[in-house]
């Protein structure tokens, strides 16, 4: 996922990739065997959280380019920035105030924040000052569950140990569903008044965040 001047074809690009994942996601627990269904929830918990991390950081990448929105606005930044690494570095040290770049300028991509966090994202872009900062803030304010419950899910899945199991267990009655079930299933589940398990119900609020930061 690259940086845009138009911020219709970040969207768009994030978008797809998201309706691919559910896509499959849906087809696979129709149709696949157990062990089919774990390593699909395994793939898509990890692709969906990897999709959100890139969108926000290449989001933050195109405000420095004053891109278009999707309503047809120009975004401008106060704080000017010479290119993609001196907007990437102002991030870094934004957050981390004691790492540098090596010998040649440019910052280590193991140093950048943790972009799926979405105080990251409005602090960055508040430090350029960008003139969509209003729309940013609102994008966030509806409470969106993803951002705190998604990261849990998928640490359990890149550790599978007990202490990331309990962490997404202990999730599940946020959503009036059983902590005794195992994390997968707690996925597949529908919350109470939901449409749709779980991890798709999550996916629809990346969704919906990614299009009201782009409009």
């Known amino acids: 996922m ?13 978008i797809n990739k998201l309706h691919r994942l559910k896509r499959l996601l849906t087809n696979t627990l129709v149709t696949s065997s157990n062990s089919e269904t ?18 926000s950081r290449s989001f ?11 309503s047809g606005i120009r975004v401008t930044t106060s704080l000017s920035t010479a290119n993609f690494n001196d907007a990437i570095g102002r991030a870094i040290l934004l957050v981390t105030p004691n790492k540098t770049p090596n010998s040649q300028g440019i910052w280590y991509r193991r140093d950048e924040p943790t972009w799926h966090d979405s105080t990251v994202l409005t602090r960055v872009c508040t430090h350029v000052r960008c003139s969509n900062i209003n729309n940013i803030v609102d994008g966030f304010s509806g409470g969106q569950k993803f951002l705190l419950h998604l990261p849990t899910f998928r640490n359990f899945y890149g550790h599978r140990n007990q202490k990331t199991e309990y962490a997404a267990r202990q999730i599940a009655p946020t959503y009036g569903i059983s902590a005794t079930l195992r994390p997968s299933n707690i996925l597949c589940e529908f919350p ?5 398990s779980l991890l798709l119900q999550w996916i629809n609020e990346i969704e919906f965040t990614i299009e009201y930061l782009c409009y």
């Not at 690259?2 to 994030?14: E, G, S, V």
């Not at 774990?38 to 969108?55: A, I, K, M």
């Not at 933050?60 to 999707?70: I, N, R």
């Open 192 to 196: 109470i008044g939901g449409t749709s």
């Open 38 to 55: 774990e390593s699909c929830l395994t793939y898509v918990t990890v692709e969906t959280l990897n999709t959100w991390s890139n969108f």
């Open 60 to 70: 933050y990448l195109s405000c420095t380019l004053q891109p278009k929105t999707v």
């Open 2 to 14: 690259c940086p845009r001047k138009y911020l219709i074809k970040l969207q768009d690009t994030a």
